[in-house]
């Protein structure tokens, strides 16, 4: 089972950035299809972004645009640069496997807040 640990959250004010990481271990990382999700306070937890095997990416609308995914298969690592960050992208940020439901982080915590 992949293991995947989350870093890089932080309190930033509006407009600033942040670049989250998550290494992963314990499977193939070059064969997944990575993904960032996010939960904010009472919310359900959302997709935020993935990338492919062949680095094609895909983001949600509301990030579209500010946040880019990146991976690096060497190091078993996949990113997020957060850039412009808003009040509501505040939430605990996990990845996973695409579409995974288990195997879950304990994801790393974004407070955007002046």
């Known amino acids: 089972q992949v293991h995947l640990v989350e870093s890089g959250g932080g309190l930033v004010q509006p407009g600033g950035s942040l670049r989250l990481s998550c290494a992963a271990s314990g499977g193939i990382f070059s064969l997944y299809i990575m993904a960032w999700y996010r939960q904010a306070p009472g919310k359900q937890r959302e997709l935020v972004a993935f990338?492919?095997?062949?680095?094609?990416?895909i983001y949600a609308d509301s990030v579209k645009g500010r946040f880019t995914i990146s991976r690096d298969n060497a190091k078993n690592t996949v990113y997020l640069q957060m850039n412009n960050l808003e009040p509501e992208d505040t939430a605990v940020y996990y990845c996973n496997i695409f579409r995974a439901v288990e195997g879950w982080g304990r994801g790393t915590q974004v407070t955007v807040s002046s």
């Open positions: 990338i492919t095997r062949d680095n094609t990416t």
